[in-house]
């Protein structure tokens, strides 16, 4: 499975960006998505993640009432639309999958198996 992630750029506090993670080749089983991100010297950080059939949501509580995950699963697509954004959601974002995932959603990266490169988003204050 590949992921590609797109839709980052630069944007001003307050502003709005959606993310997209496009999903390509054969998976076997069903699958949760997640998004992570990672600022400059710091750790990769837990930002949402959506069930297969999206019924289910999870999100940080950095980003809750602000980020919402979405999915298109005609597309193979999951979706982060990013409003009220600021400069600490700088970071490069990530999605990943977690195969064979059975509706209880985690924020555990060591969890997911495939990794998209990474988008970067950056707010300017």
């Known amino acids: 499975v590949q992921l590609v992630e797109s839709g980052g750029g630069l944007v001003q506090d307050g502003g709005s960006l959606r993310l997209s993670c496009a999903a390509s080749g054969r998976t076997f089983s069903s699958y949760a998505t997640g998004w992570f991100r990672q600022a400059p010297g710091k750790e990769r950080e837990f930002v949402a993640a959506?069930?297969?059939?999206?019924?289910?949501?999870y999100y940080a509580d950095s980003v809750k009432g602000r980020f919402t995950i979405s999915r298109d699963s005609t597309k193979n697509t999951v979706y982060l639309q990013m409003n009220s954004l600021k400069p600490e959601d700088t970071a490069i974002y990530y999605c990943a999958l977690e195969f064979g995932n059975t509706g209880v959603l985690s924020d555990d990266s060591r969890r997911y198996d495939s990794w998209g490169q990474g988008t970067q988003v950056t707010v300017s204050s």
């Open positions: 959506i069930s297969w059939r999206g019924l289910i949501t």
